[in-house]
């Protein structure tokens, strides 16, 4: 069985994982908040339904790469910071999978960024 690796961590940086491997006719996205770079003018999001909207876009992308996408993913893990959010959260989110919802758990997080929320999936390669 072969393992690919997308984009692992370059040396020295701060976040030591890959953020996608493919293995075994399986795709596995590690964790992911929308993505913020405000010195090029990326944001997050203003509202809990922008942060999903751009997050979830970020991991369709890694997807892509990985030969997957959206519709085949099987499991999603979100990642809260707030409860508050979580009914503004799922509104966004059921919508980004409209043939089918994956298993998904959700876990407050506390990891050093003020992002609402973040996305971990395994999906179907292929």
């Known amino acids: 069985m072969s393992i690919e690796f997308f984009y692992p961590p370059q040396p020295g940086e701060s976040r030591p994982f890959t953020r996608a491997v ?5 795709v596995y996205v ?3 908040s929308a993505p ?3 010195a090029r003018g990326i944001h997050r999001g203003a509202t809990p339904a922008e942060e999903v909207r751009n997050a979830l876009t970020f991991i369709a992308g890694l997807l892509e790469e990985a030969g997957s996408s959206l519709e085949r993913v099987v499991q999603v893990t979100m990642l809260i910071t707030d409860r508050a959010d979580y009914a503004a959260l799922n509104a966004e989110y059921v919508k980004h999978f ?20 973040g996305f971990s999936c395994v999906a179907l390669a292929g």
């Open 22 to 26: 493919r293995a075994g006719g399986m």
């Open 30 to 32: 590690s964790g992911h």
């Open 36 to 38: 913020h770079d405000p």
């Open 98 to 117: 409209p043939k089918g919802l994956p298993a998904r758990h959700t876990v407050l997080f506390g990891v050093p960024t003020e992002a609402r929320v």
